[in-house]
């Protein structure tokens, strides 16, 4: 495994961070298709095992019990001083008034229940997993700082949100002195790019590590267009992700994976793991080969030629992922 510097701070993490939304309880929360915590800790071992020190879950995954299996695992796994950990803020944790979204109640409120769950004093990285249009951006950035002038998180990060949302926190934030987002968790792969017109540029510029979600779209760019999985028939917020036309690039991968004769996921992996400014893709698991082609993309050189053929076919689309 290689490691490196997460954007401009001195935090080493590896190249391929494990996201950590596949495990939960499947009887708590929207995601049915979870593995419970038998199934998940292997995964979790073998990433240690391999290598990975980058963690990623969050409070609303599968109700919270995705922290509470990821946080046993890596207590029993891991040297906490080694591991990187992150978790999110911003999705509804419970019905009724202050059940979500970045308030200060709500982020002072959240990372307790976070850290609880997670078994931990502090995450390396407290990120907010969406944008609040309700909540004026200085409220949330105070509160943040706090929360890291606590010794409660080492770090903060952003997730998914317009450049412009993105490059007005982090104003404000030097305007007022308070903690800066080091990453930007964005969605990001072959079948969507469109970050590559502002977001990645402003990143670049600013010195901010770029960790893209959904770095397989869903795991289309591991399979045939055609061919489903347990996940995608339940998975509303994915459907409306990617759209007909993205088949010519699955294929273009499918392509250049034969010609190098490895599987199809590690040549998406490569070719993310290439672009100027990405720091470590987030890479989900559920089965042993999907750890083993995320390990192996990292060695995995792709030429400007066959880089060439997998973003031919891309075209310009409306932004998604954002909500």
């Known amino acids: 495994m290689d490691y490196a ?13 494990l996201g950590c939304m596949s495990y939960g309880d499947p009887k708590r929360g929207n995601h049915p298709w979870s593995l419970d915590e038998e199934a998940s800790r292997p995964f979790i071992r073998r990433a240690v095992e391999a290598g990975i020190n980058f963690f990623d879950t969050a409070n609303v995954y599968s109700d919270g019990s995705s922290e509470e ?10 040297n906490r001083d080694e591991i990187v950990l992150a978790t999110k803020v911003h999705g509804r944790m419970r019905s009724g008034p202050n059940g979500g979204g970045l308030s200060r109640k709500v982020i002072l409120s959240e990372i307790d229940h976070s850290l609880r769950r997670l078994g931990t004093d502090y995450v390396d990285l407290y990120q907010i997993h969406r944008w609040d249009p309700v ?14 002038r606590a010794g409660k998180a080492r770090y903060i990060g952003a997730s998914s949100m317009y450049a412009w949302q993105f490059a007005k926190a982090l104003h404000t934030s030097e305007r007022h002195g308070w903690a800066r987002f080091v990453t930007m968790q964005d969605h990001y792969n072959l079948l969507y790019r469109e970050e590559e017109r502002e977001m990645l540029p402003l990143c670049r510029d600013e010195g901010v590590g770029v960790i893209p979600w959904s770095p397989l779209a869903r795991g289309r ?5 055609d061919t489903g999985s347990a996940r995608s ?11 007909e036309s993205d088949r010519a690039i699955v294929d273009a991968v499918a392509e250049v994976a034969a010609e190098r004769g ?33 390990v192996a993309s990292v060695d995995l050189t792709l030429t400007d030629e066959e880089c060439a053929r997998l973003e031919a076919h891309y075209t310009a689309r409306d932004i998604a992922g954002h909500a």
């Open 5 to 17: 510097k997460l954007g401009t701070t001195g935090l080493d993490v590896s190249r391929i961070c």
């Open 262 to 294: 490895v599987p199809r996921a590690r040549v998406a992996l490569a070719w993310l793991l290439r672009q100027p400014g990405v720091t470590a893709p987030i890479v989900g698991a559920t089965k042993p080969e999907h750890l083993d082609d995320a």
């Open 221 to 225: 760019l591991t399979r045939d267009w």
């Open 69 to 78: 299996i990821v946080g046993r695992a890596l207590a029993e796994y891991a």
């Open 233 to 243: 028939e339940t998975d509303e917020f994915g459907k409306r992700l990617y759209r």
């Open 135 to 148: 909540t004026p951006i200085e409220e949330t950035l105070e509160a943040l700082d706090d929360v890291v």
